[in-house]
């Protein structure tokens, strides 16, 4: 039962364009979602998280918008470079003191952005 | 201040053999969460450890097993390895239960 999905598993983009890596999830509980990239031979790195109170939110290049009533979230880079080529995960979990916080992660998509 | 890391990078082992992974936790962070993560997959939770107490486990049979030390360092065994157990495992550290999660590269377990 794969609870987060990402349903792409490739996306290439040119330099300077927006990426969009889309996620969806099952689980209403979920009320902490986060974006991981991971590069070839190291461990995923945090990038950005959103809390389900909240519809988007907004960190440099990265902007994460939540659609609960859709279950859907999405990570946009603007302007992508080359260097955000890697592998991005979504995941989800149950935030806060008193929960473990496991993350349930999507499969990934690979970016690739061209020069 | 220094991240989470792991170690070894790299193991090979052979089928029915035993293994110890080990990963010291970002300064100051108290809960270590261990994920394996196989090939063309995401990460997948096998358990928590918080204040070296077993927090939440994902479903992994009873031969993954772990510690977590008074300095919040962990260690994951593995008893009776099988091939497919050959996967990345990922440490993750936080400051508290249920606070956002700080990878470190990860241990390569191969499986003959």
């Excluded at chain 1, 995960?89 to 992660?105: E, M, P, Q, R, Y």
């Amino acid at each position: 039962d794969q609870q987060v999905k990402q349903n792409s598993p490739s996306l290439s983009v040119q330099e300077g364009r927006i990426s969009i890596l889309n996620c969806d999830y099952t689980n209403s509980m979920f009320d902490y979602f986060l974006w991981y990239k991971k590069y070839p031979a190291e461990g995923p790195t945090f990038l950005i998280s959103i809390s389900s109170i909240k519809d988007k939110n907004e960190d440099g290049r990265f902007t994460v918008f939540l659609n609960k009533s859709a279950k859907h979230l999405s990570l946009h880079i603007v302007p992508s470079q080359p260097g955000d080529s890697a592998v991005y995960f979504c995941a989800a979990s149950t935030h806060g003191s008193g929960n473990t916080g496991k993350l349930i992660f999507g499969q990934g998509t690979t970016l690739q952005v061209k020069p | 201040e220094t991240g989470v890391t792991q170690s070894p990078t790299h193991l090979i082992k052979t089928r029915g053999q035993q293994v110890t992974l080990r990963c010291s936790s970002q300064s100051g962070h108290n809960t270590v969460s261990w994920y394996q993560q196989a090939l063309g997959q995401g990460p997948q939770f096998i358990f928590q450890y918080y204040r070296e107490e077993e927090n939440g486990r994902g479903n992994f049979p009873p031969r993954f097993s772990g510690l977590q030390f008074p300095n919040y360092s962990s260690e994951l065994n593995v008893n009776a390895l099988e091939l497919d157990d050959s996967a990345l495992y990922l440490c993750a550290s936080s400051p508290e239960t249920g606070n956002t999660q700080y990878f470190g590269p990860g241990t390569r377990l191969t499986v003959l």
